[in-house]
């Protein structure tokens, strides 16, 4: 991945584009956002270092579960040739879609369900990026990763949560590394907090 390519994207994408009117005020700030339907935007900072290490390549196929508003999104698509986006909320689809559509993205596949189950039909993945916390890690998400993967994705309990770096080695071997605590909403589903 190029660092550089992707910082300075990530410079020029206007945050504020992505929520809505009384939050544009606050899309400078290094802070999460609400975006409706007790769903929020991540900090800045935090999206810059997930893609960071999720390390996507110009070839990567990679599937993102949580579209939320598209802000991420749009990076992985410009980083990478195609992404599979799973959001649970119809509203919130249609409205990133309405955005990535007028960033002129066409490498971007829309999908409405429950992500935790990932995307079947197009694995398996070079790269997963899960931007919801999951009580245990989804063991369907693990088997669409392709060997030699890598996918970021929140996991614990409500309160704080572990950032982990799961690899899938190119002989299916599973490596996983806690980077660092994070406070995520809940990837609803089978390995949602209530479930």
Do not use: C
Not at 104 to 117: A, E, L
């Amino acid at each position: 991945m190029d660092v550089k390519e992707l910082e300075a994207y990530f410079r020029s994408l206007d945050r504020s584009f992505f929520v809505d009117d009384d939050m544009k005020k606050y899309a400078d700030l290094d802070k999460p956002l609400p975006i409706g339907f007790g769903q929020t935007i991540s900090q800045p900072s935090l999206v810059l270092e997930m893609t960071r290490l999720l390390a996507p390549e110009k070839d990567s196929k990679v599937l993102e579960i949580g579209t939320g508003s598209g802000f991420q999104t749009a990076i992985l698509a410009k980083m990478s040739a195609e992404v599979f986006t799973v959001e649970r909320i119809e509203k919130l689809m249609e409205e990133a879609k309405k955005r990535l559509d007028a960033l002129n993205f066409t490498n971007i596949y829309y999908k409405v369900g429950d992500g935790s189950k990932g995307w079947q039909e197009h694995a398996p993945y070079d790269r997963i990026m899960v931007t919801a916390a999951a009580r245990v890690l989804p063991d369907e998400l693990v088997s669409q990763l392709a060997n030699g993967g890598r996918m970021v994705i929140p996991i614990g309990p409500p309160d704080l949560q572990e950032l982990k770096l799961v690899t899938k080695a190119d002989d299916g071997r599973i490596h996983i590394k806690t980077v660092e605590l994070v406070r995520f909403v809940e990837l609803k589903g089978q390995y949602g907090w209530n479930a």
